[in-house]
Structures are given as structure tokens and as C-alpha cells.
């Protein structure tokens, strides 16, 4: 099983900052099977990124994936009232997905 | 547009089952594939397996072998959840999730299962 560690945690930020999260994996993830998303407080997860770095539907383009291999990155360029959430990582490889462990984005 | 509505919450017994349902409408049911994830409150989220509404077949993470059936109706777009044997530790939020095998784009809004004697 791929395990995902995803760092900082917490991050503590003022609006109109930057963002920075990062996902490691135990062992080498397809870039087109690496995936993040956003959950809001009481509230369901919501798609933001797949393949790494393609915007789901509805995303903002203040949000970006980079990475490949093993490190994976989600960026966003300025933070937003709204952003400031818990996002987590997500993979698929040999019929499984798996999840990290989550960061919470909070208000400074 | 893609909406995901899940049955109410639940309260078990240790032992017992509980079944949570998640109807699919906007979209062609067999299109998707549907996951389940938990959460256990104040947790991350763990996935539990996948079901493919064409045909039915399933994949089940280990943790969960033996312990949960998912099974779908497409008379009337439904998945099921079926997970056994509850004990406290299944205290948690339980979501369906419709997308690829890889990921999971659209959510049901939740339902939270209480395991508690």
C-alpha cells in the first residue's frame, strides 16, 4: 500500500498569502493517478486537482499541482476567505486509492 | 447536474450491520463508479472500496474484507454500503463518492453512522 504524507501541519496564513502543501509518497505515483481536494468544516470533500496538475471543474485557477515521482505539490497563489479549509492527497495505483493525512490551511 | 443523496444517520449496537444507501441522479448510473470513504471524527479520510454499477464487481481495501458488501440497483440508481460486525472504532461519517477508478469528482453529503452500546 502507497502511504502519503502530507505536510506542513497546520499552516498558518493571512489572506493574500501564499500557499504551499506537500505530499510525499512511500513509493513512486503516476502522475495521472495523484489527485487533491478541499474539505470545508462540515462538509464533503470536493474534487480540486486530478492528474497532478488539471483543475476539476469549477476550480479556481489560484490553485495549481505540480510535481511527479514521489513529491507532489498543491499551490495556491493567494489566499482567499474561503480557502482556508483541510486539503489531502490522493493516489491509485494496484486497484487501491489511498489518502494522506490531510493539512489544514487556517486563518493567522 | 451529478447529485449524490445518501440515507440519514444511524445509531447501532456493537455487532450489529448497517446498510447506508446513496442515490445517483443527473447522470447515467453505469457512467461512474462509485467509493465509499469514511471519516472518523476529527480524522482524515480512508477509503473503503469501489463498485462498478455496470456490472457489479468490487474491490474492498483488506481492513474491510469480510467485513463490508457493496452491491448497486440500477432500477433505481442506488449503491448500497453493507458493513458488519460494527464496533466503536466505525463510529465515523460515511460518504458515497461517484467518478473514474482513479478518483473520486462527485460527493454525497454524508451519513454518519454511531456504533455505541
Known amino acids: ?33 495523484l489527485a487533491w481536494y478541499q474539505q470545508k468544516a462540515g462538509q464533503a ?6 492528474g497532478a496538475s488539471n483543475r476539476a471543474t469549477g476550480t479556481p485557477d489560484r490553485f495549481s499541482g505540480s510535481g511527479s515521482g514521489t513529491d507532489f505539490t498543491l499551490t495556491i497563489s ?13 493516489q491509485y495505483g494496484n486497484s487501491l486509492l489511498t489518502f494522506g493525512g490531510g493539512t489544514k490551511v487556517e486563518i493567522k | 447536474q451529478v447529485q449524490l ?3 440519514g444517520a444511524e445509531v447501532k449496537k456493537p455487532g450489529a450491520s448497517v ?10 448510473f453505469t457512467s461512474y463508479y462509485m467509493h465509499w470513504v469514511r471519516q472518523a471524527p476529527g480524522q482524515g ?5 469501489i463498485i462498478n454499477p455496470n456490472g457489479g464487481s468490487t474491490t474492498y481495501t483488506q481492513k474491510f474484507q469480510g467485513r463490508v458488501t457493496m452491491t448497486r440497483d440500477t432500477s433505481t440508481s ?10 466503536s472504532e466505525d463510529t465515523a461519517v460515511y ?9 473520486l469528482d462527485h460527493w454525497g453529503q454524508g451519513t454518519l453512522v454511531t456504533v455505541s452500546s
Open chain 2, 95 to 103: 460518504y458515497c463518492a461517484a467518478g473514474g477508478s482513479t478518483r
Open chain 2, 19 to 28: 446498510k447506508v444507501s446513496c442515490k445517483a441522479s443527473g447522470y447515467t
Open chain 2, 78 to 87: 442506488t449503491v448500497y454500503m453493507d458493513l458488519s460486525s460494527l464496533r
Open chain 1, 1 to 33: 500500500e502507497v502511504v502519503l504524507t502530507q505536510s506542513p501541519g497546520p499552516l498558518s496564513l493571512s489572506p493574500g498569502e501564499r500557499a504551499t502543501l506537500s505530499c510525499r509518497a512511500s513509493q513512486s505515483v503516476s502522475s495521472s493517478y
Open chain 2, 5 to 7: 443523496v445518501q440515507s
Open chain 1, 78 to 90: 493567494r489566499l482567499e476567505p474561503e480557502d482556508f479549509a483541510v486539503y489531502y492527497c490522493q
Open chain 2, 45 to 49: 479520510l480512508e477509503w473503503m472500496g
Open chain 1, 45 to 50: 470533500p470536493r474534487l480540486l486537482i486530478y
